[in-house]
């Protein structure tokens, strides 16, 4: 193999690096969870304030508040935090009034 494919060969990893990074800077906080989950993030945002459509992970949440968990025991299940569990409690007894 020639030098010059050698060294185009080693750049390849970083390129794709670089590209993945500049789009993962892109994704607001909503994309990144959905990615990180990954779920597709919705195509358009909510045109009226607040959104009514409850994300996987807040239906997870909210079927877990049913079997009447606490935010510790939500956290422990899903294996996040206590206080992302709280955030998501919050979020979906504000939806779901």
């Known amino acids: 193999m020639p030098q010059s ?15 993945a990074h500049r789009q993962g800077n892109s ?3 909503d994309a990144a969870i959905a990615y990180a989950l990954d779920e597709k ?4 945002p909510p045109t009226t ?3 009514t459509e409850l994300t ?6 909210a ?3 049913a079997e009447g968990l606490t935010n ?5 299940r899903l294996v996040i935090s206590q206080r992302t569990a709280q955030g998501h409690v ?8």
């Open 72 to 76: 510790k025991a939500i956290a422990a």
């Open 41 to 44: 993030p919705s195509a358009t």
């Open 56 to 61: 996987k992970r807040e239906r997870q949440v």
């Open 5 to 19: 494919e050698q060294v185009a060969e080693t750049r390849r990893p970083q390129r794709a690096f670089e590209a």
């Open 27 to 29: 994704f607001d906080v």
């Open 90 to 97: 919050e979020c979906t007894s504000m939806i779901t009034r």
């Open 63 to 65: 079927d877990l508040v």
């Open 49 to 51: 304030g607040q959104s």
